[in-house]
């Protein structure tokens, strides 16, 4: 760890009102859920599985949302708890400097762990629920879940009959444009934006990094290898999360989330 950078990455902390913070899917690997990108991610191990994030082969293949459904049916998602990231990001928004938490994780550990929904804009969409690609029909997950363990491969939307699908926002898929909108007028507002466990790869995301940036704000990346928006950063701590977070949000993950 680049004790200075860790140090002057505090201060900007410290000194900071309106942060934005941004986190990915290596927030959420300590929890048991792997990343698609980092090197145990999903698509390293089998460039094939990315067909199923994939909105032009969900439509098409019957094979690719059987197999969809599967996944998310095993998904290490319902088991999870919130990692040590997550509750530090938590733990720190009691300090009211975090003005908004955008996440491209669709696991809803932030929640869980304690951030207030209301900052909390999954730009991904969830997991935890469906919805019909077709019409407006929105749905707990478990109810479709409880249909595959029935015995159906690919249920279908029970208003209009049409293709049901997880409510995150595969590739190929527009993001919510109130959800965006939101995410970008917290990047031009915030005086500081934190992003964490994310290749920072994934647009439009990626381009609140830019967006805050070309306004002032510091950047601070926190990753376990280099992003793609270094360059931008003013510090950039490469390593594990769950040790550079807690250090770097001067938070104790002995000390119990309550006190
Ligand atoms: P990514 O998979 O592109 O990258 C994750 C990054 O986190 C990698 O660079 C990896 O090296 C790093 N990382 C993993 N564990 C870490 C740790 N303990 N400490 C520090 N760094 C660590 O992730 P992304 O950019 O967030 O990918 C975006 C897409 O992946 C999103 O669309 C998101 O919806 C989806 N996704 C979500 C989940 C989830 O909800 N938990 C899981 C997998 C993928």
């Given at each position: 760890?680049?004790?200075?950078?860790?140090?002057?990455?505090?201060?900007?902390?410290?000194?900071?009102?309106?942060?934005?913070?941004?986190?990915?899917?290596?927030?959420?690997?300590?929890?048991?859920?792997?990343?698609?990108?980092?090197?145990?991610?999903?698509?390293?191990?089998?460039?094939?599985?990315?067909k199923l994030s994939d909105i032009r082969y969900y439509v098409s293949d019957a094979r690719i949302r059987k197999k969809a459904w599967?996944s998310r049916?095993?998904?290490?998602?319902?088991?999870?708890?919130?990692?040590?990231?997550?509750?530090?990001?938590?733990?720190?928004?009691?300090?009211?400097?975090?003005?908004?938490?955008?996440?491209?994780?669709i696991?809803?550990?932030?929640?869980?762990?304690?951030?207030?929904?209301?900052?909390?804009?999954?730009?991904h969409g969830t997991i935890r629920e469906v919805a019909c690609l077709e019409c407006t029909y929105r749905a707990p997950m478990?109810e479709a879940?409880?249909r595959l363990?029935?015995?159906e491969e690919d249920p279908a939307c029970p208003a209009c009959n049409g293709i049901l699908k997880s409510a995150t926002v595969s590739f190929g898929q527009s993001l919510i444009p109130?959800?965006?909108?939101?995410?970008?007028?917290?990047?031009?507002?915030?005086?500081?934006?934190?992003?964490?466990?994310?290749?920072?790869?994934?647009?439009?995301?990626?381009?609140?990094?830019?967006?805050?940036?070309?306004?002032?704000?510091?950047?601070?990346?926190?990753?376990?290898?280099?992003?793609?928006?270094?360059?931008?950063?003013?510090?950039?701590?490469?390593?594990?999360?769950?040790?550079?977070?807690?250090?770097?949000?001067?938070?104790?993950?002995?000390?119990?989330?309550?006190?």
């Open positions: 760890m680049d004790k200075e950078q860790l140090l002057s990455g505090r201060d900007w902390i410290f000194e900071s009102n309106e942060i934005l913070v941004l986190t990915g899917a290596g927030l959420s690997t300590a929890s048991g859920i792997p990343d698609f990108r980092g090197p145990q991610g999903v698509w390293t191990k089998d460039p094939d599985a990315e599967r049916r095993d998904s290490p998602v319902w088991e999870a708890t919130p990692g040590i990231g997550h509750r530090a990001i938590a733990a720190f928004e009691r300090t009211e400097k975090i003005h908004t938490l955008v996440t491209q994780n696991d809803g550990l932030h929640q869980m762990a304690g951030s207030s929904p209301d900052r909390v804009i999954e730009i478990k879940l409880e363990e029935s015995g109130e959800d965006l909108a939101r995410a970008e007028r917290a990047a031009c507002a915030c005086d500081l934006l934190l992003a964490v466990g994310s290749t920072l790869s994934v647009y439009p995301v990626a381009g609140l990094v830019p967006m805050a940036k070309e306004r002032g704000a510091k950047i601070i990346i926190v990753n376990a290898e280099p992003t793609a928006m270094d360059d931008l950063a003013d510090a950039a701590l490469f390593g594990d999360l769950n040790e550079l977070l807690p250090a770097l949000l001067n938070w104790n993950p002995e000390v119990s989330d309550t006190e």
